[in-house]
């Protein structure tokens, strides 16, 4: 657990009574607003502002400059970015860190340069059972996203397929083959680096995890001139709490809840799940409708939508829908549209469900496989 002294880190917590980025952008503009030469201005261009999606960036700079405007004050904008882009402000690194192409192509590399008696440790089948006459490539590019994404999730937590492997053979009693397994994890690992190295390239990863090891170690590996605004960011993992540890005095923490529910958020604004647990959650009854089938809770909602009140005068933007499974998303869409509902899903659109990629898709598989279903794919393509 990533501690950080709840002295150092200011705390603001923008309340229940109108949307929280209102508040936050409100907040700002009269934190830093100044009249010294005459007209007030207000100059963010050293701030750094930190929120959980590009959608909540773009609204809070159009709130920031319409507060701005309201007051007739000189505005200098921020720089407002993602949770995912703050690592990269927080310490320099002496090599250009591989990209995500980069990483999936070098751990390919890795796996395909491993001894076969690695890869059997790995994957548990023997060298000899593989098909000599397989696409190589084709063959590690699936093993390969599984790494990344392994990798990635471990270095977010300040791990690595080495502290692994170190703390379970610490383990009494565990099972011989998941031993072998991270440890022939840690090889590949190894062997991963190198490939980067040569290319002189670092990963983007393990520069991170670098970094916030520095707090653990008592060491300053992260500095910024900047100030920097954490705005309703409630999920930092370790590695990214640990960063900003070390720059504590610059972090201001603005979280989207009243300050009734302090003792439900750490020092960095991230829920404290334990206290989250027996929390009371103020719906009455009456707003709760029980259904049996996605198709009946979409309709559900459409229904609700069009029994809303006539004289709130509720606009389509000021209606949030919230959907826990995404297989819900596309029979609440399907029923939207049948009742003339205008929306849109703020998660986007993958780039693999567009009509030009599925028509490269389909090319690709008629090409490589040049089978009955991949041709049937092709030729009903629309495009």
């Known amino acids: ?129 593989k098909d000599e006459d397989e696409d190589e490539l084709q063959d590690w590019q699936p093993m390969a996203q599984l790494m990344v994404r392994l990798h990635t999730r471990l270095a977010s937590d300040i791990w690595s397929f080495r502290s692994v492997a170190r703390e379970v053979k610490k383990l009494k009693n565990f099972l011989a083959q998941e031993r072998k397994r991270w440890e022939a994890l840690e090889q590949i690992q190894g062997r991963y680096y190198k490939i980067l190295e040569s290319v ?4 983007r990863q393990a520069a991170r995890s670098y970094a916030a090891a520095g707090h653990r170690l008592k060491k300053q590996r992260c500095r910024t001139s900047s100030d ?43 829920l404290i799940a334990e206290q989250w647990s027996d929390a009371t959650i103020p719906i009455v009854d009456n707003n709760i409708l029980i259904v049996d089938k996605p198709v009946d809770q979409a309709q559900a909602v459409v229904h609700h939508l069009h029994h809303l009140p006539t004289s709130k005068n509720v606009a389509t933007d000021q209606v949030t829908i919230g959907v826990p499974d995404p297989k819900i998303i596309p029979q609440l869409q399907r029923a939207l549209n049948s009742a003339g509902l205008p ?41």
């Open 1 to 129: 657990m990533i501690t950080v002294s709840s002295n150092v880190i200011e705390r603001i917590f923008l309340g229940l009574e109108q949307p929280p980025l209102q508040t936050a952008a409100e907040a700002i503009i009269s934190r830093y607003q100044e009249s010294s030469s005459g007209k007030p201005t207000v100059d963010l261009s050293n701030t750094l502002i930190v929120l959980p999606t590009l959608r909540s960036c773009r609204r809070l700079l159009q709130l920031l400059v319409d507060c701005a405007n309201d007051r007739a004050v000189v505005f200098t904008p921020p720089k407002i970015i993602t949770v995912g882009e703050l690592p990269e402000h927080l310490y320099s690194a002496d090599k250009l860190p591989a990209n995500d192409l980069a990483q999936q192509i070098a751990w390919a590399k890795a796996l395909d340069q491993s001894p076969p008696d690695v890869i059997e440790d790995l994957t548990g089948i023997a060298a000899e059972e």
């Open 343 to 383: 929306h849109r899903s703020l998660a986007g659109r993958a780039l693999d469900e567009t009509a030009p990629v599925k028509l490269m898709i389909a090319c690709r598989d008629y090409l490589r496989l040049n089978n009955y279903d991949s041709f049937a794919s092709l030729i009903r393509h629309p495009d």
């Open 200 to 203: 002189d390239l670092w990963d």
């Open 228 to 270: 920097i605004l954490l705005i309703g960011v409630a999920d930092l993992n370790r590695s990214l709490t640990a960063m900003l540890a070390q720059v504590a005095d610059k972090v201001t923490c603005m979280v989207a809840a009243d300050d009734s529910m302090a003792d439900r958020f750490d020092p960095m604004g991230s």
